[in-house]
């Protein structure tokens, strides 16, 4: 998606160690505009796929979650980091790594909002090495709902998380591929 | 703003102790069309503030404010709890009181994305204590940068935060006032 790509090419910034810095229009500094037109080609990409609701990760998931809700008509859902006083007892709970924390965190989803057969659609900021995702996924499998697709806005492709998700056989769609961050590069 | 207040009527649960439950439609699960009838609402009631960018606080103001933003056409920066690894060493950074954790969390701001004599306007969820808004206009100060509004999709009147705030002599605008919820009401 053009947008993207040229917005990462413009001010994104290889900090080293595959960490790419984005947070002056996807994370911590958002371009509503920008997540708005890239809302809008995750919601054309899945418009086939029949998701009933939306699922990602806070934080920076929930800005391009929550446009592709806006653009497709469903409601976004998105996993907890830590359980809110306002969330009941049942809960479906898995821990992933988190890519530049180095530490685990847990992903929390009340069973309020994930249902038996509901079809869910992945929606999420990056596909780095696909675990985080894969977190993501086991809440679906824990609430015996059916996922239907996985997207992000960037991949680094380098990491391998859509060869990773691919054993769970549903459409993969990002919005722009880095290759290679070698050397401080940031290839497309 | 009709919908909202129909919303909360529906769905809104009164947990005791002033807790708001509303993890349906705003915080853990997201109603992202209604979000963006909220946002087009808080910006056309700030149109005319001259806003060049929105300060929200992470999580639940993000929806919020991306949608404010959205309709004003603004970056949106949202206040983290912790630091990243993408966060350069020069930050704004306060404390305040988590309504519902009853714990001190930490606002921090990358000192990129706010700037001297910047016209800020502050979005977030909730408009109770006040005092989660008033750390948000501390790093606004810290960054010498200029408050011109400050707006929420839910006041909760009875918690006082619309009289802390009134010291700043900005407009404050909110969606749905909440008066009453004593005794296990909720008075609109």
């Known amino acids: 998606m053009d947008a993207l790509i040229q917005r990462i090419m413009r001010d994104g910034r290889n900090l080293g160690n595959g960490i790419l810095k984005v947070d002056g229009f996807i994370n911590h500094q958002v371009d509503p505009v920008l997540m708005q037109a890239c809302g809008e080609a995750l919601a054309q990409r899945f418009a086939h796929v029949g998701a009933q609701k939306i699922l990602t990760a806070e934080i920076s998931g929930i ?3 929550v446009m592709t809700g806006a653009f497709l008509g469903l409601p ?3 996993a907890r980091k830590k359980k809110p ?3 009941p007892t049942k809960v479906y709970h898995t821990q992933a790594p988190s890519h530049t924390k180095g530490v685990m965190v847990d992903l929390i989803v009340s069973s309020e909002f994930v249902h038996m057969g509901e ?11 696909g675990l985080t995702t894969e977190g993501l996924v086991r809440l679906v499998q824990q609430a015996e709902a059916q996922l239907v697709g996985i997207g992000a806005l960037v991949e680094k492709q380098f990491e391998g998380g859509r060869a990773l998700l691919a054993q769970y056989g549903v459409p993969i769609e990002t919005l722009a591929t880095i290759v290679n961050m ?5 290839a497309l």
Do not use: H, Q, S
């Open 63 to 65: 800005a391009p979650a």
């Open 119 to 129: 079809r869910i659609l992945i929606i999420d900021d990056f596909l780095a090495t």
């Open 76 to 78: 976004v859902v998105y």
């Open 85 to 87: 006083v306002t969330m």
């Open 182 to 186: 070698d050397d401080g590069k940031i």
